[in-house]
């Protein structure tokens, strides 16, 4: 892992250690809890937060803290505080995901479900909180609740920001049931085996003994 000090670094030399020295715990953590170990170099990008909005502003339609695409980009701040790292650790599960399936383009709701899981779980967070469960029954109450197929978009990129706030939080939502199901240790076997063989169907029923649906079924039906 290498930070790229050319490609416009921000902040002082403690805090590009400090960025530096939380990629290097999350690298680890990506073994423990997702059997992930990207071999290749994944390179990051901090920007100046005046720069990163100049720059990336018209490729959101909700405020982004980085994001990774090839590259990962993160917008400074001054300290590395909680919210930076739980971007650092977002971002990173995106790229080791890329480096270990490059060709393979996960839908939208497991890519984005696995970092918000991951940077969730490496603060010592789990499950959802009453806020976001109250915020997942709400919504399908209403009836506004996604369906996994429609999550399944390579990104939630054009989604405006209240509906890309639920589109999250149900990916969220889903891989916390999924790991609930069996264990957080088979995110270990579920990760290992989709990147191996590429086939979600299959790897999902092989670890988690159902099909998508039903499993998607069972988590709103457990919404209340
Ligand atoms: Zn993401």
């Given at each position: 892992?290498?930070?790229?000090?050319?490609?416009?670094i921000?902040?002082?030399?403690?805090?590009?250690?400090?960025?530096?020295?939380?990629?290097?715990?999350?690298?680890?953590?990506?073994?423990d809890?997702?059997?992930?170990?990207?071999g290749?170099?994944?390179?990051?990008?901090?920007?100046?937060?005046?720069?990163f909005?100049?720059?990336?502003?018209?490729?959101?339609?909700?405020?982004?803290?980085?994001?990774?695409?090839?590259?990962?980009?993160?917008?400074?701040?001054t300290?590395?505080?909680?919210?930076?790292?739980?971007?650092?650790?977002?971002?990173l599960?995106?790229?080791?995901?890329?480096?270990?399936?490059?060709?393979?383009?996960?839908?939208?709701?497991l890519?984005?479900?696995?970092?918000?899981?991951?940077?969730?779980?490496?603060?010592?967070?789990?499950?959802?909180?009453?806020?976001?469960?109250?915020?997942?029954?709400?919504?399908?109450?209403?009836?506004v609740?996604?369906?996994?197929?429609?999550?399944?978009?390579?990104s939630f990129?054009?989604?405006?920001?209240?509906?890309?706030?639920?589109?999250y939080?149900?990916s969220?939502?889903?891989?916390?049931?999924?790991?609930?199901?069996?264990?957080?240790?088979?995110?270990?076997?579920?990760?290992?085996?989709?990147?191996?063989t590429?086939?979600?169907?299959?790897?999902i029923?092989?670890?988690?003994?159902?099909?998508?649906?039903?499993?998607e079924?069972?988590f709103?039906?457990?919404?209340?």
């Open positions: 892992m290498a930070i790229d000090r050319a490609g416009g921000y902040g002082t030399r403690h805090f590009e250690q400090q960025i530096l020295a939380e990629l290097e715990r999350a690298y680890d953590q990506l073994d809890y997702l059997g992930l170990r990207p290749r170099k994944i390179e990051v990008v901090v920007y100046d937060p005046a720069v909005d100049q720059q990336f502003a018209g490729a959101f339609r909700f405020a982004a803290a980085g994001f990774y695409h090839g590259v990962i980009r993160i917008r400074g701040a300290a590395l505080d909680v919210r930076l790292s739980r971007v650092l650790h977002h971002e599960v995106h790229a080791a995901l890329d480096a270990a399936a490059p060709s393979y383009t996960l839908p939208a709701w890519n984005e479900g696995l970092a918000e899981w991951f940077e969730a779980r490496t603060q010592g967070k789990r499950h959802l909180d009453g806020r976001e469960q109250a915020m997942l029954s709400g919504a399908k109450a209403n009836g609740l996604f369906s996994l197929a429609s999550l399944s978009t390579p990129g054009h989604l405006q920001q209240n509906a890309a706030q639920l589109a939080l149900q969220y939502g889903m891989v916390e049931f999924l790991a609930s199901q069996r264990g957080e240790r088979s995110m270990r076997e579920f990760c290992d085996r989709l990147m191996r590429r086939n979600l169907d299959r790897s029923k092989h670890v988690y003994r159902a099909d998508l649906q039903t499993l079924a069972r709103v039906a457990e919404l209340g």
